[in-house]
């Protein structure tokens, strides 16, 4: 039977890895984005896993973002072993180590972007303290087949990310609206123009397209430099803001909406902070 006191939490090793592979293929029906990351997580600091009886069967990311953040991210635990206190384990241990990091630099903040009906994420950080601060519409297409090369921006600045005031979605990573932020997202995103407008992809992690400009009159135009980034018919993934709410529904024509297949508009990408 399984006992949580049998359960140790330690950083990551490469020989971790053939394990959280395994890991990864029992969460959200083998579509995690963990396998693309993996090799750069362990070798990078903060990486930490849940060992049971010498195999791995959790883990949690910390990274350090602009503006003394700590972010956190890519907590899972094999299906297997979910609902036994592993997750609540994890967050314990990090938040440890993150309060340490704090007492050394009391200006650091700690936050992590979930899905809205994440309820175990959910509870497991509003029992910690963290706080709602910030949340964003993600929507799927089913894509098509035409694709158009956009134009890639190499230099740019901050001004052009004036639709995201406070936090500027990467994927599923937020970064602070604020100059430092700068060399981060030049280094995990791509900013790219089309004919039209401007947009967003993150390199790493579930793609998803940001738009940069409030959607344009001819959007349709707009899908074939958006298909560009995800391949042939494959399906799309936009984040709004929420001052665009007014444009869903614009979008919903054009096949865009939430993958839950919610009836109304529902605020589905959720920051949270401590
Ligand atoms: C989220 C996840 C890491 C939780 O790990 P876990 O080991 O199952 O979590 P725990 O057993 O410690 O439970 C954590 C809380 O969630 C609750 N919970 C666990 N399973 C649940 C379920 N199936 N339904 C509802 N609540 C559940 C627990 O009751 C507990 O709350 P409590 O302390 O108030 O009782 C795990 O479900 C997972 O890997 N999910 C897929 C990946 C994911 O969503 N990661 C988070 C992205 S931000």
Redo the contacts with the bound molecule.
């Keep these: 039977m399984f006992r949580i006191d049998d359960c140790i939490i330690r950083l990551s090793r490469p020989d971790d890895k053939a394990d959280l592979m395994d890991v990864a293929k029992t969460?959200?029906q083998g579509s995690d984005y963990l396998p693309q990351i993996i090799d750069r997580w362990i070798k990078e600091r903060w990486f930490f896993v849940a060992e049971y009886k010498g195999k791995v069967i959790?883990c949690i990311k910390l990274s350090q973002f602009p503006d003394k953040v700590i972010w956190i991210?890519g907590?899972?635990?094999h299906r297997r072993?979910?609902?036994?206190?592993?997750?609540?384990?994890l967050n314990d241990y990090i938040m440890q180590f993150c309060y340490r990091l704090k007492d050394k630099d009391p200006g650091r903040s700690f936050e992590?972007c979930?899905y809205y009906k994440?309820?175990?994420?959910l509870?497991?950080t509003s029992?910690l303290g963290f706080k709602p601060v910030c949340s964003f519409y993600n929507l799927d297409s089913k894509g098509s087949f035409k694709m158009r090369a956009p134009e890639i921006l190499a230099d740019y600045d901050m001004s052009i990310f004036g639709l995201y005031p406070d936090y500027i979605p990467i994927g599923w990573q937020m970064v602070h609206n604020c100059a430092e932020s700068l060399d981060f997202i030049r280094k995990y995103a791509t900013v790219f123009r089309s004919p039209q407008s401007l947009y967003l992809i993150n390199r790493t992690g579930s793609k998803s397209i940001s738009f940069l400009q409030p959607p344009v009159t001819e959007m349709e135009a707009e899908l074939p430099y958006l298909q560009y980034f995800f391949g042939h018919r494959r399906s799309l993934s936009i984040t709004l803001p929420t001052s665009l709410t007014t444009e869903l529904y614009r979008l919903k024509e054009l096949g865009f909406w939430f993958w839950d297949h919610e009836t109304e508009p529902a605020e589905n990408m959720l920051v949270k902070k401590l």
Excluded: C, D
């Design positions: 969460i959200w959790g991210e907590l899972r635990v072993y979910q609902s036994k206190g592993v997750g609540t384990l992590f979930t994440n309820t175990e994420s509870r497991m029992k």
